[in-house]
């Protein structure tokens, strides 16, 4: 039987971006992962890491009759490049554009807001571009989580390739559980459901 769901957590690979604010999408995966009591593995021939498990109104990694099979996802390539893994792994599932959840930072929404849509541009993020070229559509859901504009003349790039400090830390580990919920709510709920809750 064909995966349910695909949920692809943008960011970087490798320590060196661990905790910076342009993969905030691939700590919700983290974050999903450990709700699933799975770590992520990679998949041979597909340029990602995965994990497969199930989501049922007890929860994720939970056996039930209503469960429904998800896959979740990070990229083993760099951001530009993300569309090069999600396209080879949504074409092995046989996975639909609609039943793709994309988890990426928003320059955009100020930190601590989410914004669930389905659709769209790519409004200068790398990482959708990518992954709306290689999918040849935009039609799938994104789940945009906040990290505010750079202050002054401070360059995009270097704000989202900057860690999150320390102090701010507690404050982006309870929006990653925020989006996550969010994530979980559209798949057993749908979209309209969880834009209703969590769009802010």
């Known amino acids: 039987m064909s995966p349910s769901w695909l949920v ?3 960011g970087n690979p490798g320590p060196r971006y661990d905790g910076t604010r342009h993969n905030v999408g691939a700590d919700v995966i983290a974050e999903l992962c450990r709700r699933a009591g799975e770590k992520l593995s990679p998949a041979r021939g597909q340029r990602a890491e995965l994990v497969r498990t199930r989501l049922s109104s007890a929860g994720l990694g939970v056996p039930a009759v209503d469960a ?3 896959i979740l996802m990070r990229s083993r390539t760099y951001m530009n490049e993300s569309g090069i ?3 080879k ?3 092995f ?3 639909a554009p609609d039943h793709l959840i ?3 930072d928003e320059i955009d929404l100020d930190p601590g807001r989410l914004r669930l849509k389905k659709g769209g541009g790519d409004n200068g993020h790398n990482g959708l571009k990518s992954v709306r070229a290689h999918m040849r559509t935009g039609d799938f859901i994104r789940v945009r989580v906040g990290v505010g504009r750079p202050p002054g003349r401070q360059d995009p790039a270097d704000w989202v390739l900057a860690r999150v400090p320390v102090r701010q830390r507690t404050d982006m580990d309870v929006q990653v559980a925020l989006a996550a919920d969010a994530v979980e709510t559209i798949i057993k709920q ?4 969880a834009q ?3 769009n802010s």
């Not at 749908?190 to 459901?193: A, K, N, Q, R």
Request: net charge positive.
């Open 102 to 104: 994309v988890v990426h």
């Open 8 to 10: 692809i957590g943008l």
């Open 93 to 95: 599932a046989g996975m």
């Open 190 to 193: 749908g979209l309209t459901v």
């Open 68 to 70: 429904q099979t998800v």
């Open 196 to 198: 209703n809750r969590f």
């Open 85 to 87: 893994a999600v396209s």
């Open 89 to 91: 792994v949504a074409s």
